[in-house]
């Protein structure tokens, strides 16, 4: 029952770390979609009245064209107030958002796919050292007899119990014993 509830966590972290992850990659290719002109660009822009509307996030401005309605982002200097006056003068409509502040939870959620294959990569070695150590920790048990066909008919009915003989040695004095090793 152990093993089972150790196999569904396993899975479950794995199909928890992809959708992370995937959810982690789709948001960060969001800002990719629209693209970047230079400063001088957009103020060119502006002074030909070709943007209907703009978001200033910071020093982050993300915008529309009026024809076609195509996107754009660009970055404006900081602390350079003027641009509004000279957006209102040209009729763009102007969205002002606060500056996400970086919290931990914001960390960690950008972090939780690290954290979910760091685990799960623990996870995978601790049961990697756990299949070596069971290779290595072997139980052995001498069977003793005072002669080889007697020894090995015990060895012989050990080993349909799972037993592996690893060794068989006999002394050579008149009272001749014979060991069997046996390991499982």
């Known amino acids: 029952m152990n093993q089972v509830i150790k196999t569904v966590a396993f899975w479950v972290l794995i199909v928890l770390s992809a959708v992370l992850m995937w959810k982690v990659v789709q948001t960060g290719g969001s800002g990719g979609k629209v693209p970047e002109i230079a400063f001088s660009t957009f103020m060119q822009s502006v002074d030909r009245s070709d943007i209907v509307e703009v978001v200033i996030s910071g020093t982050d401005v993300y915008g529309k064209y009026r024809?076609?309605?195509?996107?754009?982002?660009?970055?404006?200097?900081?602390?350079?107030p003027a641009i509004f006056d000279h957006l209102r003068?040209?009729?763009?409509?102007?969205?002002?958002?606060?500056?996400?502040?970086?919290?931990?939870p914001t960390y960690l959620l950008n972090l939780s796919p690290l954290?979910?294959?760091?685990?799960?990569?623990?996870v995978m070695i601790r049961g990697m050292q756990r299949a070596s150590r069971k290779r290595v920790r072997f139980i052995y048990e001498a069977v003793t007899a005072p002669d080889i066909h007697t020894a090995l008919e015990k060895a012989n009915?050990?080993?349909?119990?799972?037993?592996?003989?690893?060794?068989?040695?006999?002394g050579n004095s008149s009272s001749t014993m014979v060991v069997v090793l046996m390991e499982k």
């Open 67 to 80: 024809n076609g309605n195509s996107g754009f982002r660009t970055r404006i200097p900081a602390n350079y």
């Open 89 to 104: 003068e040209h009729n763009a409509s102007i969205v002002v958002r606060e500056t996400a502040t970086t919290t931990w």
């Open 115 to 122: 954290i979910l294959f760091g685990a799960l990569w623990f």
């Open 157 to 170: 009915e050990m080993s349909r119990e799972g037993w592996r003989a690893v060794s068989i040695s006999a």
